[in-house]
């Protein structure tokens, strides 16, 4: 993962426990497997303005690194696993 973005926020990409912190999963995993994971752009657009920047940190991380990212890959990995055990939300 981007080392830029604070441990906190690191925290919440891999636990999606609130609607800022889901949008950057939905990304992240988006970005991990795009044919897997789809995104909600209006989400990830209405975002803070701090998380809007890691969102645009995650994408630069993935354009410059892409699969050689292996500690983010690994991160998207262990979100894509809790996230197949966990019913999804109706219309989600």
Same mark, same amino acid.
């Given at each position: 993962?981007?080392?830029?973005?604070?441990?906190?926020?690191?925290?919440?990409?891999?636990?999606?426990?609130?609607?800022?912190a889901r949008a *950057?999963?939905?990304?992240?995993?988006?970005?991990?497997? +795009?044919?897997?994971?789809? !995104?909600? %752009?209006? #989400?990830?657009?209405?975002?803070?303005?701090?998380?809007?920047?890691?969102? *645009?940190?995650?994408?630069?991380?993935?354009?410059?690194? +892409?699969?050689?990212?292996? !500690?983010? %890959?690994? #991160?998207?990995?262990?979100?894509?696993?809790?996230?197949l055990g966990q019913?999804?939300?109706?219309?989600?």
């Amino acid at each position: 993962m981007n080392p830029d973005l604070h441990p906190v926020r690191c925290q919440w990409l891999r636990e999606g426990h609130h609607g800022g912190a889901r949008a *950057l999963q939905d990304l992240a995993l988006n970005l991990y497997s +795009g044919r897997a994971w789809a !995104v909600d %752009m209006r #989400q990830v657009c209405g975002l803070s303005d701090e998380d809007r920047d890691a969102a *645009l940190s995650l994408r630069m991380d993935d354009r410059i690194l +892409g699969e050689r990212n292996y !500690v983010f %890959m690994a #991160q998207c990995r262990e979100s894509a696993t809790a996230r197949l055990g966990q019913p999804q939300a109706v219309g989600g």
